[in-house]
Antibody
Framework: QVQLVESGGGVVQPGRSLRLSCVTS????????MHWVRQAPGKGLEWVAV????????YYADSVKGRFTMSRDNSKNTLYLQINSLRAEDTALYFC????????????WGQGTLVTVSS | QSVLTQPPSVSGAPGQRVTISCTGS?????????VNWYQQLPGTAPKLLIY???NRPSGVPDRFSGSKSGTSASLAISGLQAEDEADYYC???????????FGGGTKLTVL
């Protein structure tokens, strides 16, 4: 079955960096676009970024553009999110999700990894 | 502030039918971009409920249905059950942002 497992979250000071990973299994990773979505504590979902199946295109939400970099290693079935210059407002549960039939829909989700930005 | 607008909450008694609206703009839903819906049970990851405006993934009961018209979309849940109590989010693409957008979410309470 399709599985997505995020890791790399933790408590980080403002201004520092963090790299999140999403290890996948149960499907042909290199055939799917992938998304990152975050959810601040008690708040709604916020789309963060998307990457094409081959990594050729990436798009980011305005709120993270220039600070976040999404990448993937299809040989390792793994998705990454490099987060730089962390801010308090980046505190959230970060989910990776597989792009679905429509590409912009997300048909499978991981359980998330929590990033807390605090001094 | 979300660019897709949903009511913060809706409620209904078991067996009833409820609808959740999602209002976008001329650069999102109104530009013919598809609307997707997600269900998030407390403490869990979101689950795709409806994709491409009105399609159900395998395993989603036919009590859930979606529709779209103009710059708005709706999720209908019929035969309400206690297990349907969750947060529901609409999602689409916005060409002015070159990215995906979510609604602010609607909390469904089963009375």
């Amino acid at each position: 079955q399709v599985q997505l497992v995020e890791s790399g979250g933790g408590v980080v000071q403002p201004g520092r960096s963090l790299r999140l990973s999403c290890v996948t299994s149960g499907f042909t990773f290199g055939s799917y676009g992938m998304h990152w979505v975050r959810q601040a504590p008690g708040k709604g979902l916020e789309w963060v970024a998307v990457i094409w199946h081959d990594g050729s295109k990436k798009y980011y939400a305005d709120s993270v553009k220039g600070r976040f970099t999404m990448s993937r290693d299809n040989s390792k079935n793994t998705l990454y999110l490099q987060i730089n210059s962390l801010r308090a407002e980046d505190t959230a549960l970060y989910f990776c999700a597989r792009g679905g039939i429509q590409f912009w829909d997300m048909d499978s989700w991981g359980q998330g990894t929590l990033v807390t930005v605090s001094s | 502030q979300s660019v897709l607008t949903q009511p913060p909450s809706v409620s209904g008694a078991p067996g009833q039918r409820v609808t959740i609206s999602c209002t976008g703009s001329s650069s999102s839903i109104g530009a013919s971009y598809d609307v997707n819906w997600y269900q998030q049970l407390p403490g869990t990851a979101p689950k795709l409920l409806i994709y491409g405006n009105n399609n159900r993934p395998s395993g989603v009961p036919d009590r859930f249905s979606g529709s779209k018209s103009g710059t708005s979309a709706s999720l209908a849940i019929s035969g309400l059950q206690a297990e349907d109590e969750a947060d529901y989010y609409c999602q689409s693409y916005d060409s002015s942002l070159s990215g995906s957008i979510f609604g602010g979410g609607t909390k469904l309470t089963v009375l």
